[in-house]
């Protein structure tokens, strides 16, 4: 058998970053970053005011003062200003070069009803500058707005675009087939006879595929005999997939379909973890990564996690291919294995801030579908009690 880890290691060493292409940043949300983005403006571009409110120049004490101008945002107006003078003017709106600090309209006497008739200032700025963003305060043109290899959020392409930028240099989504295999399957909500079980497989890897930023081009499935497997790939290549996900026909069974035909372009490993022993991982002559799963849906899911998931990221090119971790509490024992590394679904309480706890969720599809994190139990002859911590990756 061989360690999770040194199965990882060969996926990630065979994974090729896909090619950058230029996006529009207002598109390229959900993307990974190719190139660091620096700013191509200062941001602000010039002195602007923080707040609704008055311009003033060289006012340390409450007064009366002349209103000269009205600047709303986006005016170019730059009116000179002596001391006695102020102009109104709203959040955004550049500062008049000549003013020294912008008084809100809440420290005004009749606030936004006094219009541009003379202001009654009743309470004078703390100190030169107050309200008025400096020119380059958040950001100045040429230094570094959003590193390289991260996944573009909404907070991180607003920040690109108010830095002056267009366009930027992304991966597409990884393209993704998956393919259950059994004689055993039909289609969800098909009439069942004895032996057959609905394929579901298919549904729950296309679904971790997309949640994990891929595009799935292809989800079949075929049976136990013949060639299904290489007709898959070919499909598979022909609708541009980048990633073949099997599911089943990968143990040590007599109708393995994936590992009879395809022993060839994949290597078929025992790795030391439970659930998912039994792995399966190459590459086809076209380039496209084979994985090859086992066929037991929470097997499935949790070789995905660990394997499948990793890979598409590190194709995209993100510099955090893995799922967070966090270490959290156990509410009840568990049996440990000297042998092999256990990834147990868990739901997570989280009702003290300080304290999470994490549940073992029920055995089988419906339990998974309630769990909210996978915790990782390292081998170990020491059984675990409930309060003992553990590493969890959160999805």
Known sequence: MIDVAEHLATILEAVRPLDPEPRDVAAARGRVLRHP?????????????????FAVRDLDAPGTLRVVADLPAGTDLDPRMDAGDAARIMTGAPVPTDATAVVPFEDTARGLDGGLEPVDVVVAPRAPGAHIRRRGSDVRAGELVVEAGVRLTAARIGAIAASGVGVVEVSRA????????GSELVAPGAELRRGRIPESNSVLLAGLAEEAGAEVVLRTSVDDSGDGP???????EAAGADVVVFSGGVSAGAYEVVKNTLGDLM???????????????????????????????VSAAVSFELFVRPALRALEGDVEPSRARVRIALAAGWRARADKTQYVPVTIDRSDPARWWATPTARGTRGFGTAEGLAVIPPTVAD??????????LW
């Open 230 to 236: 290489r007709r898959a790939i070919a499909a598979a």
């Open 267 to 297: 290597r078929f490993d025992r790795v030391r973890m439970q659930p998912g022993k039994p792995q399966g991982f190459g590459r086809a002559p076209g380039g496209l990564l084979l994985f090859g799963l086992p066929g037991n849906p």
């Open 37 to 53: 983005v620096t700013a191509a403006v200062d941001v602000p571009g010039f002195d602007s005011s923080a707040m609704d409110g």
């Open 174 to 181: 990884a393209r993704v087939a998956v393919v259950s295999t």
């Open 384 to 393: 675990l009690v409930a309060g003992d911590t553990v590493s969890v990756a």
